[in-house]
């Protein structure tokens, strides 16, 4: 009935789903769904209201409601919260595998950007999309040859190793300079399906 006994509420427990009236003695509707995205922005929140206009109906599920069920057919409230717990699983799925992604791009960018290894991304054809300092120190290439698309990975590589895949092999490859050099390389395709189209 106030927005200080939501807060309490919330603060104490983890709530699988919240039901509220659009009207309240001492608040409303928005308010209530306001203070709930604060603390939890996956968590199913329907209204279950007597009536609710049109234009307060989308405004509501612009800020952030799920549904909303009137009074007088309530049969349509169990199935939409089942609906909605449903979601929220996948919803809280997806906001799990998005932070590990972040997680893992994070540190594969601070491998990336150290200077203990070589490392280049490129295109089946061998064009060069990305590289690092040492990449481009190893090989004799400048940033502005990287920007500038004229670094192709496969015209480094000898015939036979054109094909190289992720077993490690001690090779020659030619620099910008054509000057051969001896490096340790292992490669592996980031995108499988696309190796095979």
């Not at 709930?36 to 279950?48: A, G, K, S």
């Not at 203990?116 to 991304?121: H, K, T």
């Amino acid at each position: 009935e106030s927005l200080g006994a939501l807060r309490k509420a919330l603060e104490t427990e983890r709530w699988d789903c919240v039901l509220s009236d659009f009207s309240l003695p001492t608040c409303n509707g928005l308010d209530v769904l306001r203070t709930v995205r604060e603390r939890d922005p996956d968590v199913p929140f329907l209204f279950v209201s007597g009536s609710i206009g049109e234009e307060v109906a989308v405004a509501a599920m612009r800020a952030g409601a799920h549904d909303y069920i009137l009074k007088d057919n309530l049969a349509r409230l169990e199935p939409a919260v089942a609906r909605e717990l449903k979601d929220a699983v996948e919803r809280r799925q997806h906001r799990e595998t998005a932070r590990t992604l972040r997680q893992v791009e994070t540190k594969l960018r601070r491998v990336f950007e150290s200077r203990m290894i070589g490392m280049v991304f490129w295109r089946k054809d061998g064009t060069v999309l990305e590289a690092n300092e040492e990449f481009l120190r190893l090989t004799g290439y400048s940033s502005r040859d990287l920007h500038d698309g004229r670094i192709n990975w496969r015209a480094m590589l000898p015939a036979e190793h054109l094909d190289l895949q992720a077993a490690p092999a001690e090779i020659e490859i030619r620099t910008r300079q054509d000057a051969p050099r001896q490096v340790l390389v292992a490669s592996v395709p980031l995108d499988p399906a696309a190796q095979e189209r």
